[in-house]
């Protein structure tokens, strides 16, 4: 049981996330160009831009939602290609969380939680229940276990998503904006969460504009326009002075 609540991922050589020269198509349209990025284990990278800039994309590419086309993506050193049973793999190893939670309305929160578990990972229920309330408790929404999502607030089911994903032990967590859809009032309960996760030393790359959450625990920002890592470094240097036209009228439209 300790080993499945372990929330540092299983090591190995090199960085957890290696991007090198990746292109990316959508039809005609190259929506990534030559990016190449190194998440190292353990860090924590934000990556903001202007909306339309290919963030999304990126992110997805990492757990293969979205196939490049060209360059190389590697996770936790395996790189995906088009074979099937490698992609399996990195998707066990890589927790993502979404801007709309996307949790199933039609299953408890400790079903959500549990689906899975048992069905990827084979858990028996017991066993994958038990590690459901060990991350619900986690998140601090032990009681609504037995709720469904339409029953909870915006903050509430993203933190069950973040439960979710943590239930399947990843190495690395993906978050793609996960306040953007969220009323004000709920933005800190979930980047609390998001701290705690950080502080625990999970490998994350999060998409996020909360600029406070990126000063607080982001070993490097990333800077992205037009399908383009246009800068990126330790938040306070990026936030402060920033090298590039561009960020400075981002940032500046941020505040
Ligand atoms: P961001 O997350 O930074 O807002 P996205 O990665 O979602 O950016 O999108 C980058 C660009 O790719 C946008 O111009 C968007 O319209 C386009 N795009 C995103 N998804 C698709 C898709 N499935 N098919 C075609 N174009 C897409
Ligand atoms: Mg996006």
Redesign the pocket.
Known sequence: MSRNLSLVGRASEGPAVRLVEVDKW??H?Q?LHGVSLDVPRGSRVVIC??????????I?CVNRL?AHQRGLISVNGVELTEQTGRIDRIRGDVGMVFQHFNLFPHLTVLENCTLAQRWVRKRPRQEAEAIAMAFLERVKIPEKSGSYPGQLSGGQQQRVAIARALCMNPSIMLF??PTSALDPEMVKEVLDTMVRLADDGMTMIC?THEMGFARQVASEVVF?DE?KIIERNAPDTLFSSPSHERTKRFLSNLL
């Open positions: 959508y039809g349209f929506v831009g202007p909306s339309g800039s290919g963030k999304s994309t990126l997805r979205e793609d904006e998409v992205m399908g």
